[in-house]
């Protein structure tokens, strides 16, 4: 749910800090007559939200072929139902109108003074007018964090803006739910995820009621990148499933012991694909069985890594950085609110200033959960994984050639942006302000260009994450009212809701329906290229979705041939022969003595084309190595080295050679020990 902030955010009161901070983050009734337009309903609600947009949303391809339209790939159409139901107010669709759907949470009642979570996300006491339809005083805004901002006319419009993608993701925290005193069910966090995704169907059928009947309206779940395709080229909006949560199947950890297993993974697995869910995260906010997270910094920090404790029984550990990628920092701040739920002698620990990474990384649970991931060609989602964690799992992803990962609201290491494109995966930014927006889209710019790929957005609505605020009618720039779509075909004028309207100078991003105004902010900040790379965004998601399904594990030539190597360890009790590093099993290994130079060589039988070498190294691992082939055993040719490895999982991928001998070269080992892989794989794609 929430993004790294990069902006200067109000400091949070007392009560807040235990509860925000660990969150992170219809049968209509007849109207008058419609038109007969096929993007106009035959029967929509009365009263209810304007859309304000004229014109046609466009069909098809562009001239290359590319489904056209921007991607939202981070929202939460129904993250009023998560965390007991209470805390985000107001629901995106209502069979009993619009006034029973954009009403807020009974506690807020008369003036706000209960709105306890409010008042903690947005400071001040809470109150407000709790009034929304048809009013709308006070919500939605850009800086309410509890009320409903994905009502279906609001995403509609969106929809006509130029909008052909949208991942719904399911979300809910079962700590948060646990200790908000407002709730009306269990916090069991599956539970939540089943309802969230049976009423975004119930959303789909509701839309469909008033277009004529099942498939006629706009809102279309996808479960395939063929079905988003065609949706899109029919210039209506494909709706993705994807799943946000703490603890996936019941993954949560307790005093390090692991709450589920294998089983539990796959039936979660089996049961969120059947729900039609093609993306998810394995990990949020708190370290789970699966992975650990990425640290949330200062006083919100401290809060969370309090939350932690409450959940789990151990606070976030810390170790020094392998590399350039590194976790946000815990840093020292305190949150007085928090800190008084821990039990009597227990005290936030102090971190060292140069051991800015999780130490807790892929376990090997949530090796077996990424891996079944992509046995059932799902996407993982890397926002909120500590870099230990995503660096494991790309390692995972680039030795099958793997392409399904996304980054959809700026909440990975940016150092990873060109690792993740390589792979063939997606990125998406948070929902910034147009200055912060274009200025993050400008730096990866170059990186977008050399892959030749779109860019995304995601708006983290209902996520409680806080959007971009006004920048004022007197503006440099300001958006001009009415404007065109980005396609040129539509006409948008400011959004009215009862006797409410928005305007995104004054208002900023207050709810889903400004997203087109925000889109033209940008374009009018940041520039048309920007807005033209976002108007990719949904084919290069559809890329990744696409490739993801069609991978095929590669065969490994190496697996059962011939293996000889400069030396083995000896042991009276194992071999550490070379042939135990082709043998298939990656609980046997090779080893050698401890000496730098070293090698280990595979005879494949025949010459093939080979583009692929993947390493599992056991704890000794070489730090300076040389992958090299020949065709005769005799004449060799490096195609690959490193003189940084730091074991654990390599790929080394290079133009295809042909080649009947490989050999793995050590140079330089990373430790006093000799070099000892468990298996090493050779493959043609």
């Known amino acids: 749910m929430t993004r790294q902030p990069l902006h200067r955010r109000r400091p949070l009161t007392v009560l807040s800090l235990l509860f925000v901070v660990m969150a992170l983050a219809l049968g209509p009734t007849p109207s008058s007559a419609a038109g007969t337009d096929w993007w106009d309903p035959t029967s929509r609600p009365a009263p209810d939200s304007q859309i304000n947009v004229t014109g046609e949303p466009f069909k098809g391809t562009d001239s290359q072929g590319e489904v056209r339209g921007f991607v939202d790939a981070h929202n939460h159409i129904m993250a009023n139902e998560a965390f007991g139901g209470r805390l985000i107010c107001g629901k995106p669709f209502s069979k009993a109108g619009v006034a029973d759907a954009l009403k807020d949470c009974p506690e807020h009642y008369p003036d706000g003074s209960l709105a306890i979570f409010d008042f903690i996300t947005n400071g001040g006491d809470g109150k407000h007018d709790p009034d929304g339809w048809p009013t709308f005083k006070d919500w939605p805004a850009h800086d309410s964090l509890t009320h409903q901002q994905n009502y279906y006319a609001w995403v509609e419009r969106a929809w006509r803006g130029g909008q052909r993608v949208l991942v719904n993701d399911l979300v809910t925290n079962g700590v948060i739910c646990s200790v908000y005193p407002f709730k009306d069910r269990g916090c069991d966090e599956m539970t939540s995820i089943r309802l969230q995704a049976k009423l975004t169907y119930d959303m789909q059928d509701y839309i469909d009621a008033m277009y004529g009947g099942p498939g006629k309206g706009w809102f279309r779940i996808v479960t395939d990148s063929a079905q988003a395709r065609e949706v899109a080229q029919q210039g209506r909006l494909a709706v993705v499933l994807g799943v946000e949560t703490s603890e996936p199947f019941g993954c949560k950890q307790i005093l390090d012991i692991a709450q589920c297993d294998k089983a539990d993974i796959d039936a979660g697995l089996d049961e969120l694909y059947d729900l039609g869910v093609r993306s998810m995260f394995l990990c949020h906010k708190f370290d789970n069985a699966l992975c650990g997270v990425r640290f949330d910094e200062g006083g919100l920090g401290t809060a969370i890594n309090v939350g932690q404790f409450l959940s789990t029984g151990t606070f976030w550990q810390t170790e020094k950085c392998t590399g350039p990628q590194h976790d946000n920092p815990i840093g020292g701040a305190a949150a007085p609110g928090a800190e008084k739920e821990l039990p009597a002698g227990v005290d936030v620990p102090s971190y060292d200033e140069d051991a800015q990474c999780n130490k807790r990384g892929l376990s090997d649970l949530g090796e077996y959960a990424v891996r079944g991931l992509m046995k059932r060609k799902m996407m993982l989602e890397i926002d909120h994984m500590g870099v230990k964690a995503t660096g494991r799992a790309l390692d995972i992803f680039e030795a099958e050639s793997y392409p399904g990962v996304i980054s959809s609201h700026s909440w990975m290491d940016l150092n990873w942006t060109e690792r993740v494109y390589r792979l063939g995966g997606f990125i998406a930014q948070y929902m910034h302000g147009s200055e912060e927006f274009g200025a993050e889209a400008a730096r990866t710019k170059a990186l977008r260009d050399k892959y030749d790929v779109g860019y995304g957005y995601g708006t983290d609505m209902n996520g409680v994450g806080g959007w971009p605020a006004p920048r004022g009618a007197d503006a440099p720039n300001p958006v001009r009212y009415p404007f065109r779509s980005t396609d040129g075909t539509a006409v948008l004028d400011r959004q009215t809701a009862g006797q409410r309207t928005w305007d995104i100078n004054t208002d900023g ?43 095929k594990a590669g065969v490994n030539l190496a697996e059962g041939a011939p293996a000889s190597a400069s030396s083995s360890e000896s042991n009276p009790f194992t071999s550490y022969a070379p042939g135990r590093a082709v043998d298939g099993d990656t609980g046997t290994r090779w080893a050698s003595d401890w000496s730098d130079d070293q090698w280990l060589r595979v005879d494949l039988g025949s010459t093939s084309t080979v583009r692929r070498v993947t390493l599992g190294w056991e704890r000794a691992y070489a730090k300076s190595y040389r992958v090299e082939v020949s065709t005769n055993g005799t004449d060799w040719q490096s195609v690959w080295s490193t003189t940084t490895g730091d074991g654990g999982l390599d790929t080394a991928q290079f133009s295809g050679v042909p080649a009947r001998y490989i050999r793995v070269h050590g140079l330089d080992r990373g430790t006093d020990w000799g070099y000892s892989l468990y298996e090493v794989g050779v493959h043609s794609s």
Request: net charge negative; proline share 2%.
């Open 509 to 551: 991003a207050a709810h889903y329906g400004l997203v087109p105004d925000w889109i033209e902010d940008i374009r009018l900040v940041a520039g048309q290229g920007v807005v033209d790379d976002l108007f990719r965004g949904a084919e290069s998601y559809l890329d990744t979705w696409g490739a993801s399904e069609r991978h």
